[in-house]
C-alpha cells in the first residue's frame, strides 16, 4: 500500500488502488467501527473548493479525498505525479453495499427526492436482498434539521450514504459528524437516480475511453456550466495557474 498523496490545487488526493482502498482502508476502518469521512472528489469539486474557502476546509476535513474524475488523474500526470487509478465515487459506493451486505453491516441511505428514494431503495432490495438498511430519507430537508441528524443517529448505521450532491453532502457530513460515534460517511452524489434508473451511467465503451462528461453534457445539456469549469480546471492545470 502506499501512503502517498498527490496534492492537486490545494486538494490532496490518495494516491491509491482501488483493491488496497477496500482491502487495507476502508474494511479495517468499517471493521474496527472507526469513524470516517470520504470526498470522491472530480475537477467541479476541486474548483468549487478553489472559489470557496468555506467549501475547501469541508473538504479538506476528510479523512480520504480519493480521485473520481478522469480530469484529475490526467491532471496527476500533467504535473508529473501519477495518480494510479481513478476511483470513481459510484463504484465504491456499489462495492461498498455489496460488501456490507456480506458482512453483516447496516448502510443508511440519504438524499434524492422522496421518489427516487423510495424507486433505489426498492431496486437495492432486488439486488442486495440481505443487506441491513439502517433506514432511509429523501434529501430535501434543511441542513440544520435535527430530525433528520437524529433519526440517522438512531439507525446506528456502519455506512451514511449521503446523495445531496456537492457541495450539500459535504456540508451536512461535517456540520453534523462530531454527533455520530460511528459510520463510514461518503457523498454519492446523483448515484441514487442512477440506480433507481432515473439517470443512466454512460455505455462502458463510452467509460474506457474517458468520455463520460461527454455522454452526461449529451444526456443532460443544462450541466454545460458544469462542463466548463471542468475545462477551466484542465486549463488551468496545464498553464500552471492554480
Ligand atoms: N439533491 C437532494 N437535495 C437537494 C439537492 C439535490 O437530495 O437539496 C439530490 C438530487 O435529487 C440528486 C443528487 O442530490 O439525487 C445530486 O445529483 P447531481 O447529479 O446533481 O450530483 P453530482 O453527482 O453531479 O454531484
Redesign the pocket.
Given at each position: 500500500m502506499t501512503n502517498e498523496r498527490v496534492t492537486i490545487m490545494d486538494i490532496p488526493f490518495l494516491n491509491i488502488s482501488k483493491l488496497d482502498l477496500f482491502n487495507q482502508v476502508i474494511y479495517p476502518n468499517l471493521h474496527k467501527n472507526e469513524k470516517k469521512y470520504m470526498v470522491t472528489a472530480n475537477p467541479?469539486i476541486v474548483m468549487l473548493a478553489k472559489e470557496n474557502a468555506d467549501f475547501k476546509n469541508i473538504v479538506k476535513q476528510a479523512d480520504y479525498i480519493v480521485p473520481d474524475g478522469t480530469g484529475i488523474v490526467i491532471a496527476s500526470k500533467i504535473i508529473g505525479e501519477p495518480i494510479v487509478e481513478r476511483l470513481p465515487g459510484f463504484d465504491i459506493m456499489t462495492q461498498l453495499i455489496g460488501y456490507a451486505e456480506e458482512n453483516e453491516l447496516s448502510c443508511y441511505f440519504l438524499?434524492?427526492?422522496q421518489s427516487?428514494n423510495q424507486k433505489f431503495i426498492t431496486r437495492i432490495k432486488e439486488l442486495h436482498p440481505h443487506l441491513l438498511i439502517a433506514g432511509n430519507y429523501?434529501?430535501?430537508f434543511d441542513l440544520d434539521d435535527e430530525k433528520v441528524v437524529q433519526a440517522v443517529r438512531k439507525a446506528n448505521p456502519d455506512l451514511v450514504f449521503v446523495?445531496?450532491?456537492?457541495p450539500?453532502?459535504e456540508t451536512w457530513i461535517t456540520k453534523h459528524y462530531h454527533k455520530f460515534n460511528k459510520g463510514f460517511f461518503m457523498g454519492v452524489?446523483?448515484?441514487?437516480?442512477v440506480i433507481a434508473g432515473e439517470?443512466k451511467r454512460a455505455p462502458e465503451l463510452w467509460i474506457k475511453l474517458n468520455l463520460e462528461w461527454l455522454y452526461r453534457l449529451v444526456k443532460q445539456p443544462f450541466r454545460w456550466r458544469?462542463i466548463l469549469k471542468v475545462f477551466e480546471f484542465m486549463l488551468r492545470v496545464i498553464t500552471r495557474r492554480f
Open positions: 467541479e438524499g434524492a427526492s427516487i429523501h434529501g430535501f446523495a445531496l450532491g456537492s450539500r453532502q452524489g446523483g448515484s441514487f437516480d439517470v458544469r
